[in-house]
């Protein structure tokens, strides 16, 4: 199929969409953005996925379609849209200026936290936070630990834990299997962090807190994983891209696990009724001790 949007000719995502319309109610779409093709990869997707196409990946893609108009398009566009679009995804890197480069990276990051907000189970976190009281009434505290950029999310969780009510501590994962194991004691929980939930370091001392009895509460960007397997709670904050020109370097999955673990701090949070002198007391300096006093 030649190209289209010439005079006389609708746009090809104009065609394309009118096909996938007439064959599936609906269900699947594409639309023009600034800078990419919105498309629907599957039906019960909520939102939409949102995927950036060449446009000879899509000329080939639209041709697939089209020859299929009138057959099962469920079972057939996935995997030639999955065959076609592998390796071909727009990047910021794609000639792009980094002004560009910015502005699609912004509109990712809204798209990739919007989808896990869509799939984020509620109940999960309210789970979480039971099994934190729960320890808490029994004497026990809260450990997070993570490795790599994990880590870093680790040690901001602990302070923000520790600053809305619940005393947090930092537990160094590779430590943990050098005698810093003794940190944790009986009825204390452990969050452990790892994106691809399948980190050695952070595995081996999960294993060894669980050979003590602790319980564990799992962030992965992999519902599969072995720490996923292994957690008593665990709290999805996968993302489908991690945003600029590689798709290696963590910055969408980052924004994903604080987007979580802020969650459950909220409703620990709201369990435990902070209140604005509680807070005061416990940040006493800066601007923010200033206006929790009302000053």
């Not at 064959?23 to 949102?50: E, H, N």
């Not at 799939?119 to 976190?125: G, K, L, W």
């Not at 537990?171 to 994106?195: F, K, R």
């Not at 009895?213 to 957690?231: D, F, M, T, W």
Request: one cysteine or more; proline letters at 3%.
């Amino acid at each position: 199929m030649g190209k289209r949007g010439g005079h006389g000719e609708p746009p090809l995502h104009v065609a394309l969409s009118a096909s996938l319309d007439s064959t599936t109610g609906g269900q699947y779409s594409i639309k023009p953005l600034r800078w990419k093709i919105q498309m629907a990869m599957s039906r019960d997707q909520k939102p939409y996925k949102v995927v950036a196409v060449e446009s000879p990946a899509l000329e080939e893609l639209a041709d697939s379609v089209l020859k299929i108009a009138h057959a099962d398009v469920v079972a057939e566009v996935e995997p030639l849209a999955n065959e076609v679009l592998r390796g071909k995804a727009v990047t910021a890197g794609d000639n792009a200026s980094p002004a560009e480069s910015v502005e699609r990276f912004f509109d990712l990051i809204i798209e990739e936290l919007s989808a896990l907000r869509t799939r984020a189970e509620v109940d999960s976190i309210e789970r979480a936070a039971d099994l934190i009281l729960a320890c808490e009434s029994k004497g026990g505290r809260v450990h997070v630990t993570g490795i790599g950029k994990s880590e870093h999310i680790a040690r901001y969780v602990a302070s923000l834990l520790s600053s809305t009510g619940t005393p947090a501590y930092f537990l160094h994962a590779t430590e943990c299997i050098h005698g810093s194991a003794g940190q944790v004691c009986s009825n204390d929980v452990v969050i452990a962090i790892s994106n691809s939930g399948e980190t050695h370091e952070l595995l081996s001392a999960v294993e060894i807190l669980r050979e003590f009895g602790i319980k564990i509460v799992g962030v992965s960007g992999n519902r599969e994983s072995e720490l996923a397997r292994i957690a008593d709670v665990l709290l999805d904050a996968g993302v489908d891209n991690e945003g600029g020109a590689l798709n290696l370097v963590p910055r969408a999955s980052i924004l994903a696990k604080i987007y979580v673990l802020c969650s459950l701090s909220v409703a620990l949070e709201a369990h435990k009724g902070l209140t604005r002198e509680q807070y005061a007391r416990w940040h006493p300096g800066g601007a923010l001790g200033r206006l929790a006093r009302g000053e």
